[in-house]
């Protein structure tokens, strides 16, 4: 079947342009993967990620300690002195210190961090004290506020030091406003340094609860289709995923880090994983894991071995027109000719080469996230099967295919490749469309939205 047929276009006509596509095959075909390869050749690094110290607008968030960093706090309460009793005992988070009933004011605490605390980490805390403001900060145990003097704390300020990948989320109880914060009429929660109770009003904090919550993310790694490039901004196959992951129990606080990079084939990608600060970085946080990878494997080889043969600068900032100008001088067929073997072999190389990256690829993931879910798509053919060029394609993509699902892997594969080559809807699943001179080969709106029902396939969302 014709995937990307457009019925627009006047049979009679498209078959004269299809007799003139065969007769010049070789140069068409290689004018057209020099325009897919610049395509694909962006260089542009998406981030996106989570770290506001604002009120959480989200009240759900799990109240369990989390994993192995937890928090405990005592303090000392009007009326009723050091709390809980026996004296040197601690609340656990995010259990409440204080009450909601009593009108006591709480006048000190102590905050410290339990669990397998790493070196260096540590919790710091500053209160607003009545009479006295801010009284600069203290950490790990130390004590904060007053006793004896009969002054209320009004508000506090707590953040995490040295303890990448956790967060501390702090809620409490005051004076004549109740509990705060108030997210859209929810008790919510602030977090990372946020103040929170009042200042310059006179009222009391009476009490508060304290959580560590482990930082997790989605992150998805790989070239120009992670990105979302060509789809309709926030349409992109991974931001359809995320907002799904979202609506999992459990998932509410996941944050979305995309790391897709356009142009990067798999050599890149593995660079990047074993070298890139923040992309390490966020894989220590990652539950869930997407990649998609490949195309550059067949395309890059192209581009390299024309500059080759035309004696060019592919680092030259007028390397496309450089080009373009040197495919329409006399000879170019003769030089394009000749550099076919040369363009065959570095193409095959380079998928080969892909088949030598991937186990490390897997392998990196699996150590930098060792409990993160992983899905996998496999490389769709741009190109309809009933045009001659698919016949160029598509042995590439498949080789790189077989590798992408080789059995017992331990990842889950979306197989993006079958659902688009089966597919039966109206609307176009990328823009190719070599009859019209469309030589984006990226998925439209429309074919990010089948990419995201693949992951949803391969089994990951129940």
Request: net charge negative; aromatic share 8%; proline share 5%.
């Amino acid at each position: 079947m014709r995937i990307f047929y457009n019925p627009q276009i006047d049979p009679e006509k498209g078959n004269k342009m299809k007799t003139s596509i065969f007769r010049s095959i070789t140069g068409r075909l290689l004018i057209l993967l020099l325009l897919l390869s610049m395509i694909f050749s962006t260089s542009v690094f998406a981030a996106v990620d989570s770290n506001s110290n604002e009120a959480s607008n989200d009240p759900t968030i799990d109240t369990q300690a989390t994993g192995d960093i937890g928090v405990q706090y005592r303090g000392h309460v009007q009326n009723k002195g050091d709390v809980p009793l026996p004296v040197g005992n601690f609340v656990t988070g995010p259990n409440e210190l204080g009450s909601r009933s009593e009108g006591l004011r709480l006048e000190g605490l102590r905050i410290e961090l339990t669990g397998a605390v790493p070196s260096g980490a540590g919790i710091s805390y500053e209160v607003h004290v009545q009479n006295k403001g801010w009284m600069g900060t203290v950490q790990n145990g130390d004590f904060a506020g007053t006793t004896g003097a009969g002054l209320r704390i009004e508000a506090i300020k707590i953040n995490l030091t040295g303890l990448d990948g956790y967060e501390v989320y702090y809620r409490g109880h005051v004076q004549n406003k109740g509990n705060i914060p108030d997210v859209d009429n929810t008790w919510g929660w602030v977090k990372n340094g946020a103040e929170l109770g009042t200042t310059g009003e006179s009222l009391r904090l009476e009490s508060i609860e304290i959580k560590i919550v482990k930082t997790e993310t989605y992150t998805a790694l790989g070239d120009s289709i992670a990105y979302g490039m060509s789809a309709t901004p926030g349409s992109g196959y991974v931001n359809l995923f995320y907002n799904d992951l979202k609506g999992i129990s459990g998932n509410e606080d996941l944050t979305l880090v995309n790391l897709g990079v356009p142009g990067y084939a798999s050599s890149q990608l593995l660079n990047q994983l074993q070298n890139d600060p923040a992309t390490i970085a966020a894989l220590s946080k990652a539950k869930v894991i997407t990649v998609s990878v490949g195309g550059n494997n067949i395309l890059a080889p192209v581009i390299a071995s024309l500059a080759v043969a035309f004696q060019l600068d592919p680092a030259s900032p007028t390397f496309a027109a450089d080009l373009a100008a040197a495919l329409t001088q006399p000879g170019a067929q003769d030089i394009i000719t000749a550099a076919l073997p040369t363009i065959q072999t570095n193409v095959t190389a380079s998928v080969t080469q892909f088949g030598t990256d991937w186990p490390q690829i897997v392998a990196t993931i699996k150590t930098l996230a060792p409990q993160a879910d992983i899905v996998v798509t496999t490389l769709y053919d741009p190109i309809s099967s009933q045009d001659p060029l698919f016949a160029v394609f598509d042995p590439a993509i498949q080789t790189i295919n077989t590798v992408i699902k080789t059995p017992g892997a331990g990842y889950k594969v979306a197989d993006v490749y079958t659902a688009f080559a089966t597919y039966q809807g109206s609307e176009p699943l990328v823009n190719f469309n070599w009859y019209i001179g469309n030589l984006d080969p990226h998925p439209t709106t429309a074919g990010h939205e089948l990419i995201y029902q693949c992951h949803l396939n391969a089994g990951f969302i129940d």
